[in-house]
């Protein structure tokens, strides 16, 4: 009796003790309770990567690719614009001016978030820039002003005051005109300057007369043909046909009476190859007698001139250092940020003054070109071979 009671309370404590192990399994709270659906929902889409941030639209508009100067600033543009991570659509307009209005229009529609515009015509763009404004897309005016609009916000170019100067200043050195009158000297000088309609042409030919206009009050230097001023001797779309045919106007008009050309102040490369042939045409020949010649640009075809002789000078205008002056004005537009600026008095566009960062200009010649422009990996020396 004994081993079966002994039996039968250590049955009914094991049951016990199952039936409290249940219990507690029942009436224990989890250490985490199960997410609901819409909890499971977002936590799920928190572990999915973000989407990617839209990557901002560059448009870039260029007058033409008939100069090589603005092939490279194309390119240089797009090469830093797209190492930042924007988005570049480049554009040439092959000098029409409808064109570049189309193609500023399509920038805008495609969703620019910032153009950058070199103008064919820097008074043609007002109601395409004012369509830019309205969108909020700010714009940054490349090396030529864009003039009669307060839709642009930075400018970014050369000192063009300063590039005239530096040719007149090459001129007044080369020629010797600081002791010309005392010592009976004079030579004939004529003008080829750039386009009307670059506001960037007016301030260089105000530079090269800064510094000449002196000696052509004092005799020293005569222009036969009598064309001096500006509304004279502008040349179209900076036109290297319609500088070719000025200049043998003038040596046929001017210059077959026994009288010599001595200098041609020329505000651009493409017009200095133009005059170059109408001397060739007229008679003259590479050497001695051969007139001083200037430029601007500083374009392969003008540096092997230079070399050759048949071209004194050029301004050498970096492009790879302007085109990363207004790639910063672009990215501080894109962040909010104000981009640096180094003229707030120069370049007022009829509007308003448009704050501008300047570059400087350098005189490019036989002398120190290989320093200038090889040296600094602009040109190799087989490119000038």
């Not at 250490?31 to 990557?55: H, I, L, M, N, R």
Request: a negative charge; charged letters at 25%; aromatic letters at 8%.
């Amino acid at each position: 009796m004994k081993k079966v009671t002994r039996k039968l309370v250590s049955v009914l404590l094991a049951a016990t003790m199952i039936i409290s192990l249940v219990a507690c399994a029942k009436n224990e709270t989890p250490a985490t309770e199960p997410a609901s659906t819409s909890e499971k929902t977002e936590k799920e889409e928190s572990k999915k990567p973000t989407q990617e941030t839209k990557v901002k639209k560059i448009g870039v508009a260029m007058p033409t690719q008939s100069s090589q100067r603005w092939i490279q600033d194309g390119d240089n543009m797009k090469k830093q614009l797209e190492a930042l991570g924007y988005e570049v659509d480049l554009q040439y307009a092959e000098d029409d001016v409808q064109a570049q209005v189309s193609q500023i229009e399509n920038l805008i529609t495609n969703g620019a978030d910032c153009l950058v515009v070199a103008a064919v015509d820097s008074s043609a763009l007002v109601n395409a820039l004012a369509e830019a404004k309205t969108n909020n897309i700010p714009v940054i005016a490349y090396d030529r002003l864009l003039m009669d609009t307060d839709a642009v916000s930075y400018y970014a170019t050369f000192d063009n005051e300063g590039v005239g100067r530096v040719i007149g200043e090459y001129i007044e050195e080369k020629m010797n005109l600081k002791t010309a009158a005392d010592e009976g000297r004079t030579y004939n000088i004529e003008f080829f300057m750039g386009s009307p309609d670059d506001n960037n042409a007016v301030f260089l030919d105000n530079g090269i007369h800064k510094v000449l206009d002196p000696y052509l009050e004092s005799g020293v230097l005569v222009c036969q043909s009598g064309q001096t001023t500006f509304d004279k001797t502008n040349t179209l779309r900076w036109s290297q046909e319609t500088a070719q045919k000025r200049c043998e106007d003038i040596l046929s008009g001017f210059y077959g009476d026994g009288e010599h050309l001595d200098i041609i102040a020329s505000a651009f490369d493409g017009l200095s190859y133009g005059c170059s042939a109408a001397l060739v045409g007229a008679g003259y020949t590479p050497g001695e007698g051969w007139p001083l010649i200037t430029g601007q640009d500083a374009e392969l075809m003008a540096t092997k001139n230079i070399i050759a002789g048949t071209q004194a000078m050029s301004i050498f205008k970096d492009t790879r250092v302007l085109a990363e002056k207004c790639v910063t004005m672009v990215q501080a537009v894109l962040e909010g940020a104000t981009p640096e600026i180094n003229d707030e008095t120069t370049y007022n566009n009829n509007v308003l003054t448009v704050p501008s960062y300047l570059c400087t200009p350098v005189a490019v010649d036989a002398e120190n070109y290989e320093e200038i422009l090889i040296q600094s990996s602009y040109y190799t020396a087989d490119q000038l071979k």
